[in-house]
Structures are given as structure tokens and as C-alpha cells.
Nanobody, 126 residues
Framework: VQLQASGGGLVQPGSSLRLSCAASVRTFSDYHMGWFRQAPGKEREFVAVISWRSGIVYYADAVKGRFTISRDNAKNTVYLQMNSLKPEDTAVYYC????????????????????WGQGTLVTVSS
């Protein structure tokens, strides 16, 4: 599995940003894909996940209602649309893929996720 993330940047509070993750996977339907983030001095935490097969999504409580994860099957790409960004959203965001069911991503340690893309930095500051 190869993952290539992009789209980070510096934005003001209340702004929007969209992250992209281009994936190369042998059998997409076997995987769930999602995003984690890691702020300075903190552990990597779950943000959102989507099932490539069913499209079922799960979100961390901290981003529910503000972030939307989606997929484009034709482009083999997963997106994270981030709206109403807050300073506490500042972190390096990592794209991830794993056969682990999406409903488990928020409760399992990040070390159980098998494939990672390089991080992309999102900074929310005035």
C-alpha cells in the first residue's frame, strides 16, 4: 500500500481546507482509509475513517460536524474536508489504510494501523 497525502497549509480560524490522499492498493475493497493527526507533544489521534467498499464513515467527536471524509473511486483518492477550523486542529495530518474495520479505528492504538502516508502540516492561526 502506498499513500500520498497533500493539501496542508496555514489558515485562519474559521477557514476551510481540504486534504487529499492518493492511494495505491492492490484490492481497495478490502481496506478502510482514514486520517489521524498528531499535534506537537501529543500522541497520534484518530480523526476519521471511510470504508472503501461501503462508504460508511466514522469521526472523532472533536471533528464531528466540521470535517467530512469522502472517497473518489475513479481517482483512488480519499479526501478530508475541514471546515470551521480551530487552533486546536493544528497538527500534522497522516493518511492511513488498513483492513481493520472502521468502527474500531477510534479505539485501537495508531500502531495497529498498517499503512501510512507522509504527514501534511495544518496550521490554524490568526
Amino acid at each position: 500500500v502506498q499513500l500520498q497525502a497533500s493539501g496542508g497549509g496555514l489558515v485562519q480560524p474559521g477557514s476551510s481546507l481540504r486534504l487529499s490522499c492518493a492511494a495505491s492498493v492492490r484490492t481497495f475493497s478490502d481496506y478502510h482509509m482514514g486520517w489521524f493527526r498528531q499535534a506537537p507533544g501529543k500522541e497520534r489521534e484518530f480523526v476519521a475513517v471511510i470504508s472503501w467498499r461501503s462508504g460508511i464513515v466514522y469521526y472523532a467527536d472533536a471533528v464531528k460536524g466540521r470535517f467530512t471524509i469522502s472517497r473518489d473511486n475513479a481517482k483512488n483518492t480519499v479526501y478530508l474536508q475541514m471546515n470551521s477550523l480551530k487552533p486546536e486542529d493544528t497538527a500534522v495530518y497522516y493518511c492511513a489504510a488498513d483492513p481493520l474495520p472502521g468502527r474500531l479505528w477510534s479505539s485501537r492504538p495508531a500502531t495497529e494501523i498498517g499503512s501510512w502516508g507522509q504527514g501534511t502540516l495544518v496550521t490554524v492561526s490568526s
